[in-house]
């Protein structure tokens, strides 16, 4: 008699929970959310889906179906699934819920993100514990970058008297991540320490500061892999344009290189030798610049040369280059010597890797072989 009141008690508590109904309480487009970008997945037609962030606190191992695609993440706090361009709904279902479905009020677009918040009916009475309650908080805490408080949230979740111990794994995976990302914003904030110091010092190098730059990025990358984030996407945008906006001068000294019985040497300075930017894909061919007027001809033929500038009487030159519209290489055009100076082509690569100097100018000097 005692089991079978005890079996009807259990049956009629489970009936009572599972005539609870979930509801959509919020349902937002994200537009600044890049996930389902950085993270596509293709539907069976190879576009890539959309992404819906279905945020149910407290409440594991929720099953979703319908127009799904692929499986679902869960993080404490938020499933992920993603859905095809287009879908007007899907169904989720719970042991001790109703079943239910969450109709889209807005168009479903490929490759964006909406967020649908659900509504649980007595969730303090039916499912909130000590743990549960500061893992979902953890979660929230790490949704906004807080990831010491995070944590504690989470060492919080793993004390607690009623944790459930399948879940203690994964809270201390969470653990970690938030150590993973309290390393690497220290790894940003040195980097965006140094960038600042580099740029106002006179004297700082160039290479230095790119390196620091790309490091910057490489680190952000890594956070936005573990909490996907418009904070770090603007941030590593930021850099991107930083390094490619950096002025790039060059300071030219051309010298005469002249040769006698004694060997090669240099024999002052080259003024009025023209600096031309070549754009085009393929290396120019020699014989096209082997002499003065064969070089003006190929320049009138095409308009992938452009003049930059032209030597002083001390044979100095400088030029300014834009990282974003980097030319193929440069001609050096000594102008009013019959021909007695060879015209000289340079590959920028190649040029590049030769010159000297600080964040503010680089220095090449340039010996040019004059047969007299």
């Known amino acids: 008699m005692k089991r079978t009141l005890l079996f009807l008690v259990s049956f009629l508590l489970a009936s009572l929970v599972n005539a609870q109904e979930i509801k959509v309480k919020l349902m937002e487009y994200l537009p ?29 191992d ?27 709904k899907i169904k989720f279902r719970h042991e001790n819920y109703e079943p239910g479905e969450i109709v889209f009020n807005m168009p479903i677009q490929s490759q964006c993100v909406y967020k649908v918040v659900l509504d649980i009916p ?4 039916i499912y909130v514990t000590e743990s549960s309650a500061m893992l979902a908080e953890g979660s929230r805490l790490y949704g906004l970058r807080k990831y010491a408080d995070a944590r504690r949230s989470y060492e919080g979740a793993k004390a607690a008297k009623d944790v459930v111990k399948d879940l203690i794994p994964t809270i201390e995976s969470n653990i970690a991540q938030c ?66 906006d ?34 085009g894909s393929t290396p120019p061919v020699q014989n096209n610049y082997a002499n003065d007027k064969k070089f003006v001809t190929m320049v009138g033929k095409s308009n992938e040369f452009e003049q930059l500038t032209v030597s002083d009487a001390k044979g100095i030159a400088d030029i300014e280059l834009n990282r974003k519209a980097m030319p193929t290489g440069l001609f050096f055009r000594p102008v009013g010597y019959d021909d007695k100076i060879k015209i000289q082509y340079m590959d920028l690569n190649n040029l590049l890797s030769g010159t000297q100097g600080t964040y503010n100018k680089r220095r090449f000097r340039l010996k040019m072989y004059a047969s007299y």
């Open 122 to 125: 007595n969730l303090s009475k």
């Open 179 to 244: 150590d993973t990302c309290l390393a690497y914003e220290q790894y940003v904030l040195g980097a965006f320490s140094k960038i600042r110091t580099l740029r106002n010092k006179p004297d700082a190098s160039q290479q230095e500061l790119v390196e620091y730059a790309s490091a910057a990025i490489e680190y952000l990358q890594v956070l936005n892999r573990y909490n996907e984030d418009e904070f770090y996407t603007s941030k590593i945008s930021m850099l991107v344009d930083l390094i490619g």
């Open 62 to 88: 929720m099953k979703f179906d319908g127009w799904v695609v692929g499986d679902c993440t869960y993080q404490p706090g938020e499933y992920q699934v993603y859905v095809p361009e287009g879908a007007k």
């Open 246 to 279: 950096l002025p790039l001068e060059v300071r030219f000294t051309i010298t005469r290189w002249v040769n006698n019985a004694s060997g090669f040497f240099e024999a002052g300075a080259i003024p009025n030798v023209e600096i031309w930017a070549f754009n």
């Open 32 to 60: 600044n959310d890049l996930a389902a970008r950085t993270h596509p997945r293709p539907d069976a037609n190879g576009v890539n889906c959309a992404l819906i962030r279905v945020v149910v606190p407290a409440v594991k």
